[in-house]
Every structure is written in C-alpha cells, then in structure tokens.
C-alpha cells in the first residue's frame, strides 16, 4: 500500500528566501513520486517527477525535490521565493508497476509575505 | 503539450436537475482518465477511473447511479451528476493519462453549485 504524508499543513516564507516543503512517503513497491500545484480555483500543475532516474529533479519554476530512499522523503525546495508561488502543492505517489491511482498528501498551502 | 480541458469551468444549476461536465485531452489520447472532487481546502478525492471503451471503476462510497462517468473516445470523457442536491456542490476536476505512461495531466477543474 501506497501513503503520502506532508508534514506542514501550511508553509509561510517572505519574498527571495529559500521554500522547502516536506514530504514522506510509504510504498511497497519502487514508486514515482510527483508534485503538484493548484493556484486557487484552477486544476493542478505538474512541477516535476521522480521515476527511479536521477534522484536530484529539477522542475519547472525553479522548485527541484530529492529523493531519499533512506529517508523515505521527496522534499521539494525553491533556492528564492517569489510571490507568485503562493499556492497549494501537493506531494503524490504512485507504484511504478503497472499503478493507476495516484495517492495524494494532504496539501501545503504556501504563504510568501512581501 | 499534454493539456486537458474541461467544460464547463463553472456550472449552477438547481435541485433535481443533471449536470454534464466535459474533459478533454487536446494533444493526446488518453487511455484512461480520472475523476476527483475536491472539497475547500481539502485534497483530492478519486471518484472514479475510466478506461477507453469500458465501464468505469467506481472508489468505495462513490455513488455509481448518481455519479455517471462515459468515456467513449479516446480524448473525452464526460461526468453526469444526476438530480443534483446542494450536497453535490464542489469543485471536479478530471486527469487524462497516455497508455504505458505514468503522468497525470489534470484539466483547470468545474466548480458545481447546486442551488
């Protein structure tokens, strides 16, 4: 069985300082592993995606994420926030063989102050 | 590339009435497409995976009666809420994903008020 668990409801950070956003994960297979934005009242984004290549994943937007087998972590960061980054993000999972169904965290809500 | 459409983006309609909502793969054929609801402030909820050409699979608790899902093209597939109740009212958003692929691409989303 697949779980995601985002480890802070709610992230707030002030403009050009450093964005991480936490993410832990349970899988009984080799996963992939995704992040997700939705802006408010729109459809979700793909920022970027795991799938058991390099473990270092640069996205788009300048957001990047490390997978850490060790750690069982998929942290996503961003060296220098902007204002237009506030947002949701969601971290999801998914087995590599043969899955369908995405499992999805709870949800971040990142907040960038001016 | 890989975008998803969906129409309406915002739909009101009253108690007892039914509700199409349309999602659309513009750029590639989506063998299987996925339809969630999202309550404010909440994740999202799987209602239902489609495949080309098959009945759909319904999550447990999703309501298959109230909640018909077709999707007989390889870049459609459609949503009908049946006699709608203010209970229904939410955001639907829909995810379209190629064969042997592994990414979802979700479309902007239909935000339901039934009155």
């Known amino acids: 069985a697949q779980s995601v668990t985002q480890l802070d409801s709610h992230v707030s950070v002030s403009e050009g300082t450093p964005v991480l956003l936490r993410c832990n994960y349970s899988?009984?297979?080799?996963?992939?592993l995704f992040w997700y934005v939705q802006h408010p009242n729109k459809g979700l984004q793909l920022l970027l995606k795991?799938?058991?290549?390099?473990?270092l994943v640069k996205g788009i937007n300048g957001f990047e994420a490390e997978f850490k087998k060790s750690e069982t972590s998929f942290h996503l960061t961003k060296p220098s926030a902007h204002m237009s980054d506030a947002a949701e993000y969601f971290c999801?999972?998914?087995?590599?063989?043969?899955?369908?169904?995405?499992?999805f965290g709870q949800g971040t809500r990142l907040t960038i102050n001016p | 590339g890989a975008v998803v459409s969906q129409h309406p983006s915002r739909v009101i309609c009253k108690s007892g009435t039914s509700v199409k909502i349309e999602c659309r793969s513009l750029?590639?054929?989506?063998?299987?497409m996925f339809w969630y609801r999202q309550f404010p402030k909440k994740s999202l909820m799987l209602m239902a995976t489609s495949n080309e050409g098959s009945k759909a699979t319904y999550e447990q608790g999703v309501e298959k009666d109230k909640f018909l899902i077709n999707h007989a093209s390889l870049t459609l597939s459609t949503l009908t809420v049946t006699s709608a109740h203010p209970e229904d009212s939410s955001f639907y958003i829909c995810s379209a994903r190629a064969g042997g692929k592994d990414t979802q691409y979700f479309g902007p989303g239909t935000r339901l008020t039934v009155l």
């Open positions: 899988s009984s297979y080799s996963p992939s």
């Open positions: 999801v999972v998914t087995p590599t063989q043969g899955a369908q169904k995405l499992v």
């Open positions: 750029d590639f054929q989506a063998t299987t």
């Open positions: 795991y799938t058991s290549a390099a473990t």
